[in-house]
């Protein structure tokens, strides 16, 4: 159990219940080239845990005669496991969106040179994480260099189509705070990334989606030591606003871990808290009965107002 389940656990979050199910997020694995200090995954170079090939093929098994529009990869870096490309052609293959979780940097991981070409051939979406338009800050949140690798990587996915504004090849990039704060208001910000980056490296992309960091795993467990976990999660519940309800990613998105079991999000992936709140069963994806999940309740425990408060904060950027 992570340390701050236990604080997490009891909570007065409004009970709520699934919608139809259309996004399949998929955690392939939580082995990274990157250790960033606002990961809720705890990811790393020294993760091990990874999907295998017959995991990968139950997941796919859900798009068939489903109403299931998309299929999220992630990770940690999701490219870098072995099952990544069987997942992206499975997913075209059932004509379903596919979305690539990228950290940009793994463009230019050596033996991924043709990453990015095969990312435009197979017309995968990218949602790539740059948590901030300045070098500094980037590289003290994710590591020294990772911003000029960075930038590598969004110019060679430009050189490719990849964000330019008639383009079908999606780029979005993603907004994370620095600490324990709630994210700007996302339009602005936006335009801040964009004019910067125009003009500093001609670079050209999408949207900018905001994302509130949540109070777990590596994030949470700074927040403890630094004596910041209750202030933030006052900060949180200060902000909570009911609008958001309505717009949460749990209602119409399951996650599946790398070995296959299902989950309400991510973040209660990473919290081992089952679908639904079982406490004695985890449900296998083998065993998943997709028409069982509409109006089921969803579990909930005190991070969930992290996705509630201010504008709101999803996988898809901002709520409101």
Not at 65 to 88: W, Y
Not at 119 to 131: E, K, Q, Y
Not at 214 to 239: C, T, V
């Amino acid at each position: 159990m992570h340390a701050t389940f236990p604080l997490l656990e009891k909570t007065d979050f409004p009970a709520i219940k699934r919608k139809k199910l259309e996004i399949l997020q998929i955690n392939v694995g939580y082995y990274c080239n990157l250790s960033c200090t606002h990961c809720h995954v705890n990811a790393g170079p020294k993760r091990t845990e990874m999907m295998d090939e017959a995991t990968a093929d139950q997941v796919l098994s859900l798009l068939q005669d489903s109403d299931i529009h998309t299929l999220d990869l992630t990770g940690g870096a999701p490219e870098l496991n072995p099952q990544f490309r069987k997942l992206v052609e499975g997913g075209k293959a059932a004509g379903v969106r596919v979305i690539d979780r990228c950290n940009l940097t793994v463009l230019e991981e050596p033996g991924q040179e043709d990453l990015a070409e095969y990312l435009a051939t197979n017309g995968v979406d990218i949602v790539a994480s740059l948590p901030c338009y300045m070098e500094d800050n980037v590289d003290k949140q994710r590591g020294k260099g990772v911003f000029g690798d960075s930038i590598k990587g969004l110019e060679k996915l430009n050189a490719l189509g990849y964000g330019k504004p008639d383009s079908n090849l999606k780029l979005d990039l993603v907004f994370n705070p620095q600490g324990p704060v709630l994210p700007p208001p996302q339009a602005q910000l936006e335009i801040d990334y964009k004019a910067f980056l125009s003009k500093e490296f001609g670079i050209e992309f999408h949207s900018l989606l905001t994302l509130t960091n949540l109070p777990i795993q590596r994030f949470g467990s700074m927040l403890i030591s630094k004596g910041q976990f209750e202030p933030y999660m006052n900060l949180l519940k200060d902000a909570y606003s009911a609008d958001n309800l309505q717009s949460v990613m749990c209602k119409n998105t399951i996650s599946i871990d790398y070995d296959g079991y299902v989950y309400d999000c991510d973040f209660n992936q990473m919290l081992a808290m089952p679908l639904g709140g079982k406490k004695l069963s985890r449900t296998h994806v083998k065993d998943l009965k997709l028409s069982a999940l509409d109006n089921q309740p969803i579990a909930i425990a005190d991070h969930c107002y992290g996705c509630t408060a201010g504008q709101g904060s999803s996988c898809g950027g901002a709520l409101q």
